[in-house]
């Protein structure tokens, strides 16, 4: 039996953050009935890759992935009457959770105080940009705008370049999802031991500030700045991504110590440029690291990348390939050894590909129940087996347009 079985999740979720807190609870054996409205539709739906290349509400591969083990009930908020339909959920439920900004729930007429009302024990997870109070409470944001806010823009990045960022909206995968998670896990625990729920206002900035720990700490101990430094490192040298052999092929490499430098040497061949005295300090190696670099990437580019990761790894020296997606979806070999990769018949895209939960239990199993719902899909299933209605009043529902 799955850790989570029996809890259940009325999820206002949309996108990303929000999404992936309550997947992972699913697939934990939480049943997450994600509410979504046909007439707005959460635009992850709309995100590209798409499968073959079509668009389409139920194709999208980001959707997917941010909601498998999910049921869809699809309905209007704004309608008088969904509600009451939504209180019945919640009475059935034990935690709610939302990521919209302060005072779109209110407008549901669904706050902490309302839902609570009706469910007294309720976990009720508000996770806005900026917290539910303050003086920015109003601000709406996506990922992007919290690298932004935070500095990670600021130091992500070349020296000679404008901020680049980490490449992709960062917040909404790591530590915004994990730290929700975190959170209602506790409140779960909390409320099995007291009988007690409670509302969690969690404020998507503060977990993604929480990136940039020895920064803060550099900046307020010894009152230094830090700025964008490529793949360069405080006191390593060489630490870098170097070509190597082939099209766009690369190697990451870092050399923290004077063992992990002679490591280096003896993978590379021991070059005759490497033996120079001057190398064989750090303080040294650091000083002039563009010109190690240069004088490296002369070696590496000799080498197809798997093979000079062997040889640096067997010196015990920290090294990886740059590995594209084809290449962890078909060539990693202990994301194979461990079955990462699932696949499941998704009912219009037909077999897909879906990450495995990234921790295994011993005795417990985590597994993705079932892939991502399409729009509606559960919605007759839902108000039949949780709300008690029958045909005829799903069809009334369905004709007033509270259903949709």
Partial sequence: MAILNGLRITDFCWIGAGAYATKILADFGADVIKIENTERIDSLRMA??????????????????????KRSLTLDMKHPRSRELVLDLIRQSDIVANNFTPGVMERFGLSYSEVRAVKPDIIYLSMSMQGAQGPERDYSGYGASMVALTGLQHLSGLPER???????????????????????????????????????????????????????LDLTVND????????????????????????????????KTDEQWRGLQCALGS??????????????RGEHASELNRLIEGETTRWKAETLMEACQTESVPAGVVQTSADVVNTDPQLAWRKHWIRL?????????????PFRYSRTPVELR?????????????CQTLLGLSDSEIDALVADKVLC
Avoid at 162 to 191: E, K, M, S, W
Avoid at 225 to 249: F, K, L, M, S
Wanted: proline share 9%.
């Fill in 271 to 284: 070059p005759t440029w490497a033996a120079d005295q001057q190398w064989a300090d750090a303080r040294t």
């Fill in 48 to 69: 590209a890759p798409y499968k073959d290349g079509k668009p389409g509400i139920n194709r999208s591969g980001y959707f997917a992935d941010r909601n498998s083990s």
């Fill in 345 to 357: 018949d998704h009912p219009e895209m037909g077999d897909s590909l879906y990450s495995a939960p």
């Fill in 162 to 216: 404008d901020g680049a960022g980490p490449g992709t909206n960062y917040p909404d995968h790591v530590p915004n999802p994990c730290h929700a998670t975190f959170a209602i896990l506790a409140a779960i625990r909390h409320r099995r031991r007291t009988g007690e729920g409670q509302w969690i206002d969690l404020a998507q900035i503060e977990p993604t500030i929480a990136l940039l720990g020895p920064t803060v």
């Fill in 370 to 382: 079932a892939p991502a719902p399409l729009l509606g899909q559960h919605t007759r299933e839902i």
């Fill in 224 to 255: 230094r700045r830090h700025e964008r430094q490529g793949n360069a490192h405080g006191y390593a040298a060489p630490h870098g991504v170097y070509r190597c052999e082939g099209d766009d092929r690369w190697i990451a490499i870092s050399v």
